[in-house]
């Protein structure tokens, strides 16, 4: 028998390699528990994990501080080893990579091509920098841009079997946290719990006051989210789906849903990630209060509309 060129096996591509889980770390416990949760994010995902740490540029006639923060950042990232030294971590590729640089601009330099960008959060930590951030990383790829999740330092345990809350609005650009959230829930065998809140127009404190117009819009936001909802349905007919509209405000309805879930899914404002532009007050209060991490997804190019949306000023 003659073997041909053709007939012999050829060797087996190499997998290509997922991008990372990037997570910025600082020895603090907040950074720690959302190292914690970017590793085990990693493990699911199959993804590797990379450790940022920032150090401050020296300012003009002052020690130079590259030294020191080199030291610092090896220091921190021999403490969150330590951490990740266990067996459940054991098949983790972990890098690491300390840069000069404020945190916000390094961790946006260097998560343009992550799968993921990873915060912790304190109880009393600076939200509106964590938003600034959230919507200051850079598109990770030419058709999406990098997820922010922010994890809170304590939060309620997620329930088994788990479950993902969405904030959707029935918008165009919601569509890409949608996806997102169908994804993640797909991966995690969990239910989708897909929360519309609906704020009182303005001069209005509740919605009742509106009578037959509070109603109209109720049903209109209902019928939105389910056009959006059943856009994803066919592409992951797995996920057991719960469509909820909540008539208290979105940040109030996410508040009420979001105990003991996995994680909290929402849209980013407009063009967030390429103009640095900063997240509407419902996101920041969803951000500051969930007790539960929080992802925050913004549109791709071309997804956007003027409508209002979960992540827009009320």
């Not at 098949?91 to 992550?114: C, D, E, F, K, Y």
């Not at 929080?294 to 827009?312: P, S």
Request: hydrophobic fraction near 40%; charged fraction near 20%; glycine fraction near 12%.
């Amino acid at each position: 028998m003659t073997i041909t060129p053709q007939d012999r096996k050829q060797p087996a591509e190499p997998r290509p390699q997922r991008p990372p889980i990037v997570v910025g770390v600082d020895g603090s416990p907040s950074s720690l528990v959302a190292t914690e949760w970017a590793a085990d994010e990693a493990i699911r995902q199959g993804s590797p994990l990379q450790l940022v740490y920032a150090y401050p540029a020296n300012a003009l006639h002052e020690p130079p501080t590259a030294p020191i923060g080199r030291r610092r950042a090896e220091m921190v990232f021999e403490t969150v080893r330590e951490r990740l030294v266990t067996p459940r971590y054991s098949g983790l590729t972990i890098t690491t990579r300390a840069q000069q640089g404020a945190p916000r601009r390094v961790l946006r330099h260097i998560a343009g091509n992550a799968g993921m960008l990873v915060l912790g959060r304190q109880h009393t930590g600076r939200v509106a920098e964590l938003v600034h951030l959230s919507t200051s990383v850079p598109a990770a790829a030419k058709d999406g841009a990098v997820p922010v999740t922010v994890v809170p330092m304590e939060g309620v345990p997620p329930q088994d079997p788990p479950f993902v809350v969405l904030g959707a609005d029935g918008s165009a650009r919601s569509k890409a946290a949608v996806a997102h959230a169908f994804a993640m829930a797909g991966s995690l065998g969990a239910r989708l719990v897909a929360v519309t809140g609906i704020d009182a127009p303005e001069g209005y404190s509740e919605g009742r006051h509106l009578g037959e117009r509070w109603g109209q819009l109720v049903e209109k936001a209902a019928t939105q989210q389910a056009e959006i909802l059943d856009a994803f349905r066919g592409m992951y007919p797995g996920v057991q789906v719960e469509a909820v509209v909540d008539e208290r405000s979105p940040a109030q309805a996410l508040g009420h849903y979001a105990a003991g879930a996995d994680r909290v899914v929402i849209g980013g404002r407009g063009h967030g990630l390429l103009t640095g532009a900063f997240l509407g007050s419902v996101a920041r209060a969803v951000l500051r209060d969930m007790p539960c991490p929080v992802t925050v997804v913004h549109a791709h190019g071309g997804e956007h509309d003027n409508g209002k949306g979960v992540d827009d000023d009320a």
